[in-house]
């Protein structure tokens, strides 16, 4: 029986007017009793938080109607379990969305207020690094425009990822304030906290009727409180729960120790507590670090299931119609663990059978594979696990053990396939493959792009393929076009509609629309008078915060994602290098001006990605300041790389770098933000590029380099990249200024090592795919030169972006993973 009853008749306000008068008055009156500031002393920051709470407070009809409307209807919900929730800043997205921008707008401009100036102060919610946590952004955001019963699930960062600030080139981490003052958009959710236990033994109980059952009995607790952030849909179609779980002592104090004189060490257990989400990705290069990820993982993954299992316990009052009402997804490896915490719930607290428990398991879960990389796809040490949650440690054997005689008796598998589909890897210290565990005790595992879904059943997944194989399906990633076209390049959506009219709003593919104006002259002029205002603005941000001076009239080219070798972004400052010789060298050529733009941060203890980008800030000091080069090419790395100074970066660039080793990039969206806001594309067939070819035609992309198997053929060769340097003057003489301290002058030998990995290695094909990298930007000085040439293209890849909605992607998650109809399909 439910555990207390939902009333549906209780009485419902009338929804807050949105005149330009009723918004002006309540912003006042949020500024006076809950700002409880005089509007005659009352700063910028104070005029956003009451803007924010007045905004919120007309979401907050549509939040609620939406709760009851899935209690009404008994629709299935969907919860998105992820580490990361990039969501950016809200305000603008919940007005848009709700139609509040031009109201509120002019609300504050009687009140002698900018808009835009609020806006820009709102700060970024740091909980996430990159694309996972970006993707997780717009998937919520979608679920909620296409009316999907959703709930987030994530960790409440206090600090999440550094903030990045330059000491003469060097990435330093700060901490990211984004909480120091509070933020309106959540509600803490007192009653919706739980208990979540590490360490201690399993004991073996004997219940009344003399079954024996596991009992697992923490030595170590802490509590999980929930925060609230409404999610908001397009035209407020439905506004879905973002719930993000806050790390809390059983007790703030020891009295005891702080009564004894030990005032430090009585805060012993907050300091341990608040600890596990205080930061996202702690460096795990020690064991301490390892358990602090391993702590976080659980401690989410733990609070969210008990939190699931309690609202359908509350509305259906059993666990067998699990599957039918909940779909629980997993984003990547990190929330895998949840898959034994439920089964865990289901057989010790709720007395299921273990094959009962097992089917109801996978029958709920779906995981989402994100990468390739070994190392990207987590394991952790068989005695970590053992001591911080040994009950979760026997569920992984006794999985284990199913799986692998499955995979004897059934398929017949040698003892290297056992091996390879094992959750336990048994080579240089015994690992629980979370990767494994996720496959295997989930119904649906997807790829995000179709050769990323290919290359997993070749690779990383080929055995657990083989012995399931129905199960690996394909998803390519989306971005939510609210965000990414519609918010960030309000001009470019403005002549849209005046172009094809404003049906695309609501549906998206209808942009293909523009592919009969690409050649119009006229449309070409306003087209590119758009692109140089949003050139403008990039131009004053990168004045302001760099000191450099750029020119809009110059081809803006842009790579901007996190700082990793497998993306390359290597390659591109030393073809930014071999440009800066050969502009020397001929400065009688027609050069095509150039500014070429990095932003991305490097992970912590990441030697290498920090050290290209101390690379790319001393190639930018000696470019920018030779005054031979004329102006004609500048390097910038804007620091601090978050979503909303992409939201600045993607809608002035002209080209897009996407130039990642093939067959390394599960999908990218990155790629498709710029797609949509007319940049042509520099790629390698890697990644979602694959299908961004296919979309926007092979006449309005350039692609180059080493396919995904001629990646590998070389790798297995073991086929020295030697040869390819000595091929190619250009590139050695490059590679000899940069390791010779041309570019570091205060330092000879700090790149040597760097550049000597391309000679004894290159993995990533860096030098091998330099030549035609470098013929491609030939190519793309060529198109530029064309202007009508470039403009159509240009106007093409927005006109065919409509694929890449993460609309779309959410309703093939919807109709094939987790069984939800959705409405107006």
């Excluded at 591109?572 to 027609?590: F, G, K, L, S, W």
């Excluded at 770098?657 to 933000?673: F, H, L, P």
């Excluded at 064309?786 to 992607?809: E, P, Q």
Aim: hydrophobic share 40%; net charge negative.
């Amino acid at each position: 029986m439910p555990q207390q009853p939902i009333v549906f008749d209780a009485p419902t306000p009338e929804p807050r007017a949105t005149t330009v008068e009723a918004i002006q008055a309540e912003i006042l009156e949020r500024l006076i009793y809950s700002v409880g500031k005089d509007p005659i002393v009352a700063r910028k920051y104070d005029w956003l938080a009451a803007t924010i709470l007045t905004v919120r407070d007309r979401v907050m009809d549509r939040w609620m109607e939406s709760s009851r409307e899935t209690w009404r209807t008994s629709q299935k919900r969907v919860y998105y379990l992820s580490l990361e929730f990039l969501i950016g800043r809200l305000m603008r997205d919940a007005m848009s969305n709700v139609g509040l921008i031009e109201p509120v707008r002019d609300a504050l401009k009687n009140l002698n207020v900018d808009l835009g100036d609020l806006i820009n102060l709102e700060p970024d919610a740091a909980l996430g690094n990159g694309g996972l946590g970006r993707l997780a952004a717009c998937f919520l955001e979608s679920m909620s425009s296409v009316k999907i019963p959703a709930y987030g699930y994530g960790i409440r960062y206090v600090h999440g990822l550094f903030r990045q600030e330059m000491s003469e080139g060097w990435q330093v981490e700060l901490p990211e304030e984004w909480l120091a003052h509070g933020n309106p958009w959540e509600f803490e959710r007192r009653e919706s906290a739980y208990e979540v236990g590490f360490g201690g033994a399993v004991v073996p109980v004997t219940d009344a009727d003399g079954k024996v059952r596991q009992e697992w009995r923490p030595n170590d607790h802490v509590l999980a409180v929930a925060f609230d952030t409404p999610i908001v849909g397009w035209r407020g179609a439905r506004v879905n729960t973002l719930r993000l779980w806050s790390a809390q002592p059983i007790d703030p104090i020891l009295l005891d120790k702080f009564n004894s004189g030990d005032h430090i060490g009585a805060l012993e257990e907050s300091s341990r507590a608040e600890a596990i989400t205080r930061v996202l990705y702690p460096a795990d290069a020690t064991a301490a670090g390892q358990e602090l990820r391993l702590r976080q993982e659980f401690f989410f993954s733990s609070a969210s299931l008990q939190d699931i299992v309690r609202r359908h316990l509350q509305q259906y009052g059993d666990l067998g119609s699990l599957p039918d009402k909940v779909a629980i997804h997993l984003n990547d490896t990190h929330p895998a663990i949840s898959i034994c915490e439920l089964m865990r719930i289901l057989i010790d607290e709720n007395g299921m059978e273990w094959a009962a428990a097992w089917k109801l398991s996978k029958g709920v879960f779906g995981y989402t594979n994100h990468t390739l990389l070994p190392e990207a796809l987590e394991s952790w040490p068989v005695a970590l696990l053992e001591r911080l949650l040994p009950r979760h440690m026997q569920i992984i054997y006794a999985i284990n053990a199913e799986v692998l005689t499955e995979a004897r008796v059934r398929a017949k598998f040698t003892e290297g396939q056992i091996a390879n589909v094992s959750l336990i890897d048994e080579n240089g210290g015994r690992r629980v493959r979370m990767g494994q565990l996720a496959f295997v005790g989930s119904h649906s595992i997807n790829g995000v792009s179709a050769l990323h879904t290919e290359l997993m059943k070749k690779t990383v997944f080929s055995d657990l393929h083989k012995l399931y194989p129905d199960r690996i399906n394909n998803k390519t990633n989306g971005i939510t076009p609210r965000r990414w076209l519609m918010q960030c390049n309000p001009g470019l959506t403005k002549l849209i509609t005046e172009r094809i009219g404003p049906e695309f709003l609501d549906n998206i593919d209808l942009l293909q629309g523009l592919n009969a104006h690409a050649d119009d002259p006229t449309f070409q002029e306003q087209f590119v008078a758009v692109k140089q205002a949003n050139k403008q603005r990039l131009t004053g941000l990168i004045k302001d915060r760099m000191g450099i001076t750029v020119s809009p009239n110059a081809m803006f080219d842009v790579q901007i994602k996190r700082i990793h070798e497998y993306k390359r972004q290597l390659l591109n400052i030393i073809q930014a290098v071999a440009e800066y010789d050969e502009i020397r060298a001929h400065p009688e050529r027609d050069w095509v001006p150039r500014v070429k733009i990095f932003a991305g941060k490097a992970a912590p203890g990441y030697w290498n990605a920090k050290l290209i980008i101390k690379l790319i800030n001393d190639v930018a000091k000696t470019i920018n300041n030779d005054p031979s080069v004329r102006g004609l090419l500048k390097v910038v790395f804007l620091p601090n790389y978050n979503v909303s100074l992409a939201e600045v970066i993607v809608p002035a660039a002209d080209l897009s770098e996407q130039i990642s080793t093939a067959g390394m990039e599960a999908s990218g969206t990155g790629n498709m933000k710029f797609m949509a806001n007319g940049a042509v594309t520099i790629g390698t067939m890697d990644g979602a590029n694959v299908e961004m070819h296919h979309e926007v035609g092979e006449e309005n992309i350039v692609i180059f380099g080493l396919t995904t198997e001629e990646v590998n053929d070389k790798r297995a060769r073991s086929e020295v990249p030697r040869a390819a340097i000595d091929a190619s003057p250009r590139l050695k003489e490059v590679l000899e200024s940069i390791s010779s301290g041309v570019f570091s002058p205060d330092d000879p030998n700090r790149y040597r090592d760097l550049i000597g990995g391309l000679y004894d290695h290159d993995w990533f094909m860096v030098a091998r795919d330099f030549e035609a990298y470098s013929a491609a930007q030939a190519k793309v000085d060529t198109i530029w030169a064309d202007t009508r040439r470039w403009n159509a293209m240009a106007i093409r890849n927005t006109a065919r972006v409509g694929f890449f909605s993460s609309d779309r992607t959410i309703r093939q998650y919807a109709e094939d993973i987790w069984g939800v109809k959705v409405p107006n399909a």
